[in-house]
């Protein structure tokens, strides 16, 4: 079998293990607790700054998934791509 190939940029590199489980746990978290307060009987609206310089106010978890720009990559990949596709 033949061994992975990766693609990455010269200023990136892999990092495993703990650090990097910890840090995804962490990035969830983070995301977690900004769409947790929109849930349920007692859920509170979002003020957001759109892209465009304009306010969004909504208790749409899917529209503010979509409104933030998170850099953390498992963030991205696990939280706001699948909704985006809904």
């Known amino acids: 079998m033949h061994a ?7 200023s990136l ?3 495993s ?3 990097v489980q910890h840090a995804n746990i962490q990035a969830s978290k983070v ?9 349920g009987p007692r859920s509170m609206l979002k003020m957001l700054l759109d892209t465009g ?3 969004v106010v909504t208790n749409d978890g899917n529209a503010i998934l979509r409104e933030l720009d998170l850099a953390h990559p498992a963030a991205k990949a ?4 699948p909704l985006l596709y809904q």
Request: hydrophobic share 45%; no cysteine; proline share 3%.
């Open 4 to 10: 992975p190939v990766l693609v990455l940029k010269d």
């Open 13 to 15: 590199t892999r990092e």
């Open 17 to 19: 293990g703990r650090k």
């Open 31 to 39: 995301v977690a607790d900004i769409i947790r307060t929109t849930l």
């Open 53 to 55: 310089g304009g306010i």
């Open 78 to 81: 696990w939280l706001i791509y």
